[in-house]
T-cell receptor
Framework: DTEVTQTPKHLVMGMTNKKSLKCEQH?????MYWYKQKAKKPPELMFV???????INESVPSRFSPECPNSSLLNLHLHALQPEDSALYLC???????????????FGPGTRLTVL | GENVEQHPSTLSVQEGDSAVIKCTYS??????FPWYKQELGKGPQLIID?????GEKKDQRIAVTLNKTAKHFSLHITETQPEDSAVYFC????????????FGTGTRLQVTL
């Protein structure tokens, strides 16, 4: 199984709502990532989890809260978002996250988020 | 930090022609250069990659070349087909950044019949 799954596919939320995005992989990978992608732009890294510990936070606002309950699951909790947070949120995983050797990241299909 | 420039931003070719997309990077510590294809409604998918100890790599109709001295790398697609239509991103991995890729700005490739 070389697939990263994400739910939901689409999400519409108001600025006062609380919602969560979910990501799952069963490839035995120990690194998982959240990216944000605006239309016609490349993915922007938000968070990296390595062995279930947060290793990189790219100065993301606290209204985005990541969680890695176990090595197969990654959540992104959303609260009090702004309309400018509307984007495609991509999850990815890789064997691990080393500083000197890059391991291929496998991307999920993304969650299309709209904040009203 | 690393900066990756990608050209062109859009590319239209006729079916059967070749397509070339070029990227330049700034950080000489970068040692891995993947190319991703992103189709509408999908996440990016790795199509080919090259490491800094190799000058060229081929996989069927797709090839990547790397010039470390000039800090250039390019994607070559031969005999293009309509299903090659997508957005292509180059990226670079600078060592010491814990798998943090720096992406280029993307090229929208349209293959016309």
């Amino acid at each position: 199984d070389t697939e990263v799954t994400q739910t939901p596919k689409h999400l519409v939320m108001g600025m006062t709502n609380k919602k969560s995005l979910k990501c799952e992989q069963h490839m035995g990978h120990r690194a998982m990532y959240w990216y944000k992608q605006k239309a016609k732009k490349p993915p922007e890294l938000m968070f990296v989890y390595s062995y279930e510990k947060l290793s990189i936070n790219e100065s993301v606002p606290s209204r985005f809260s990541p969680e890695c309950p176990n090595s197969s699951l990654l959540n992104l909790h959303l609260h009090a978002l702004q309309p400018e947070d509307s984007a495609l949120y991509l999850c990815a995983s890789s064997q691990d996250a080393q500083e000197t050797y890059y391991n291929e990241q496998f991307f999920g299909p993304g969650t299309r988020l709209t904040v009203l | 930090g690393e900066n990756v420039e990608q050209h062109p931003s859009t590319l239209s070719v006729q079916e059967g022609d070749s397509a070339v997309i070029k990227c330049t990077y700034s950080d000489s510590a970068s040692n891995y250069f993947p190319w991703y294809k992103q189709e509408l409604g999908k996440g990016p998918q790795l199509i080919i990659d090259i490491r800094s100890n190799v000058g060229e790599k081929k996989d069927q109709r797709i090839a990547v070349t790397l010039n470390k001295t000039a800090k250039h790398f390019s994607l070559h697609i031969t005999e293009t087909q309509p299903e090659d239509s997508a957005v292509y991103f180059c990226a670079a991995f600078p060592t010491g950044t814990a798998s943090k890729l720096t992406f280029g700005t993307g090229t929208r490739l349209q293959v016309t019949l």
